[in-house]
């Protein structure tokens, strides 16, 4: 029997239980039937255009576009030739409303509806691709291959995010047709638990949420703590580094993958209960797992005897509260238990004491939507992805000064410089890198010149940060250090639950000596407090969030001391960020006079007639930076100022 | 049109009638049977402990001292000042860990008093020192580990949150009358909405066990002078739960 | 100004004469009372918007006329007039409720400063005491509200490990936690009322106090904060005359900071009711402020 025949029998068999057993079942397929396209004794669409409908893009107007595509087509008479459909998020972030055409593989950015109606005219009906709209700058401007062939998009090994842009994240179907659920089947029909955790061992998969656990051992630790009760299996969606946005993606693009990977996993455990812990700042990742969790059950791969094996499991979704310590395993199952978000000290470990004292595995979203392509394609299908250590592959957020910013996934062991030149495209407006951040506020920062390291857990380890979710924060000549620093620490300093003294008031005090630095106030031995002092929070504190505090602290020391040293002694900020330190200027040769500071000016600083170079009052400026925004010659600068 | 949040059948919690018996979600060492012995070593000694005890009790036992704030024997350890930190060794790692929360293995080895380990605590207890200057037990620790200069700007908080008093209330008296409020360096003990409590019962059980009390009544309770007809009368006002009572 | 009366209670000629001038250029009413029985009467018929007490009367008596005002009129503004001002009586003056005591030797025209911002903050508490009597129509403790309540509890049966959730609705309902819905929790519920308002507190998305019409949520995140969210979080600020976390005088707007939305490649980005705008700079905030007015 090959694969192809098993998977078949497989995925018949999973939807021939459902339909037998649950009669409203019926009525939704129909419906879905028809959406997905598929119309009997119809000819196929020839073409398939997909609108993004992930947040960023439904609030960039992606709603308006999808009418106006659809009302061009109809009055074009093309309906029947093409299939509008929601896509899931295409991860081309910041140039939204995205839409892509297949077969054609072309992807167009920005588009408005004006666009749109374009679009139907030129390419679907006129069968000619609309250049101006297809914009990914970077190595591959001039010929506009297919998307395949872009430096972005090239580069990229999709596994978690499979079936990103291909399919409507409200449809099972969709995701039954691209081998969904189809792991699910294999593990309950033909494989012991012992043999699913096995899988998940040998693949190398390890913890995508930061801490890079191996999962299966993970697992069988779980699965060997006895508990008469029931065990529970719990999905941490509470992504709150600020600048990672990879598990919001994957749950409003993709909910299924996360729910099959949850049912395997419980399978292998022994669980019978399941929790998906969101965070509240993502309404839409909410209403599509909860509405995915629905469909899943009246499918039958959730609840009672899923897909007719005897096995139940079900899942509740639980919101967060505004708390990023939450994302810790021990607040998150307190949260879930009603109580404050505070951390306990581990051990007892949650595989053996968990969620009301029950044994519990807690994983992170990326983590369960690896586990199906795991047990399909097999452990050493992706044991060959990566590195020796850190196996299959990762998703990034690629944000800051980045040309190309958006959702990556690449093998393990990638350099940075592949990942920022060759995929994000560089740094705009040709500044100089100068640092990435990774690993959001428990992480540090990777110095430029060391972007050709790999990225693997043990190497960023050994560079002082961290993996983490997937942050990947690219900063320029433009950024200030300190800044950056004090920025995180503030972070921690506000989400800190309290309860221990080393973060409660050791990470507050480091976010004053930062603040007294970055404002001009810093003082010699400065640098070796904070590094005092974040040496004793990272040793002593109870919980993850205060023993990495100090990181990007004292990575920032370590690679770019001569900025702290800077702001303390010469009081000076060389990337011209620190407010205290800066002073705006009109440069009188380069202002045309064109007014346009003077009327963004909020207090009334800038003067001078017009087509006459302006002037700037010192005694006025808030240094809020809005006439810099607006300035088109550069002529407003912002230097660094001497204090005797 | 947004889908509701039906929840799948839920077990795993029982309701609650009393407001103290909640199913708890820690470390709860009166449940595990103390019918094993653990052998484990201790700055180089070999102690024997029970299975359940914490690192902190086994050491006590065996005469070894580590210092303590937030640890008290009627109350479940909750492992927050960080002063009882020890290095563990066990399964090939090290690790530094606090001793009133971490059970004994078989073993393990444990140091209380390496350089590193003074170097921590002293740090703790200059951010305490720093936070709360005023408090004796805070004095007597700065002196003990050498604190004479403190580099951090002082405040003058008469509390550091151990939570004792939090935890007494709840846990011994069983009235839960005071809590935590916020988090991070805002958090605060008080009776919830800082106003009167309706169920202190004025045990005095709090201020008893408070670790800060080692200073003079002007400074824990307020007192407010009230005419009456009958002359004067002193009332105090609980500085924890912020009830009224008299007395001298 | 207009329509302000002072009642005036200065024995001496000259002080007084002196002082009732400069009051009425300065636009008030004034009436005189020549001793502390009239003064007392005074108070009570006449209605005045506020008073100049003299304290020197002998015997304690100046303090207990003020007691007797501050006892009957507890929102009438006093200030005390004395020749001989001492710090111990100033302490004691001031804790008795006078707005503040000056001695007769001061210049007149600094009375009348003193006079005016009295009357002035007493303006500001009666408006925010009407605001907040409006605002607070809306009560909690009544019937209809509490059904409203136990109805959120019923859903998940009264069990306490729901509490963040019936909270989230319970604020979805209501746009805030007022006090009796937590205390009528914790009573339902069966748990300690600290642990209500411990998890009311900690967790950052529940207010305890009532909200904006709108609530304007400034991100924060990293990728924001890189590309200029603080500066935007200012201009609110003063676009709106408030800080971070509250909310503006008329109930209209509420402006908060949130650490990341998740939106980080449209950074810098603000939330207003739930509505996203990505790619924001300082120039577009009055535009879009204006469409909501």
Redesign the interface.
Known sequence: MTDKTRRKRAVRKATKGARVKKAPAKKVRRGTHRKAGARAGKAPARRTVSVCFGTCCVQNGARDVKAALEEALRARKLKSGVRVMNGSCSALCDRGPVVRVEPDGVVYTRVTPADAVEMTESHLAGGKVVKRLQALEGPALESMPPVADVGFFREQVLVAMRNRGRIDPDSIEAYIANDGYAALARALTELTPEKIISEVKASGLRGRGGGGFPTGLKWEICRNSPSPDGKYVVCNADEGDPGAFMDRSLLESDPHSVIEGMVIGARGIGADEGYVYVREEYPLACERILRAIETAREYGFLGEDVLGTGFSFDINVVRGAGAFVCGEETALMASIEGKEGRPRPRPPFPAECGLWGKPTNINNVETWANVAPIILRGSGWYASLGTAHSKGTKVFALVGKIVNAGLIEVPMGITLRKIIYDIGGGVPRGKELKAVQTGGPSGGCIPASMIDIPVDYEELARAGSIMGSGGLIVMDEDTCMVDVARYFVAFLEEESCGKCTPCREGVRRMREILTRITEGDGEPGDIDLLTELGMAIKEASLCGLGATAPNPVLTTIRYFEDEYRAHIYDKRCPARVCKALIVYRVVPDKCTGCQRCVRACPVGAISGPRSQPHNLDQTKCIKCGACYEVCKFDAIAGDAIYIE | M????????????K?????VK??????DRKIVKKSEMVRLTINGKKVNALKGDTVLEAAREAGIEIPTLCHHEALIP??????C?VEVTAGGRTR???SC???VADGMRVATDTP?LK??RR??VI??E??CPNIAIIKKLARDFGVRKN???KDDEDC??C?MC?RAC?EIVG?????????????EVV???SVES??CIGCGTCAAICPARTFTLEKVFRRRSMHTAGGVESVFRCKVCESHYTGT | MDGLTVLLFERQKKPRERLAKALVEAGYEVRLARDAVEAAAAVETGQPHAVILDFDLGDGGGMELLRGIRGSQPDLPVIVETADPTVEQAVEVIKRGAYNYVSKASPVSSIVEILSHALEKERMEVETRERARERKIRTFDDPASLAVIDAILAKHHYSGSMLISYLQDIQKELRYLPQEALRFVARRLNVPLPRVYGIATFYKSFSLRPRGEHMIQVCLGTACHVKGGTNILERFERELGIKTGDTTYDNRFSLESVRCVGCCGLAPVFVIDGKFFGKMTQEKIPEIMGKYD
């Open positions: 947004k889908p509701e949040n039906k929840p799948a059948k839920r077990r795993g919690e309701t609650e009638n009393r407001p909640e199913p708890k979600s820690g470390p909750t492992g927050s000042c960080r002063l930190v530094t860990m606090a929360v971490t059970p590193r170097r921590i740090m703790v951010l305490l720093a936070r580099p951090f700007p550091f949150l939570g939090v709840l009235v839960g009358a005071i809590g935590i409020a916020n988090r991070g360096p805002e958090s009776p919830p909405f309706g169920v």
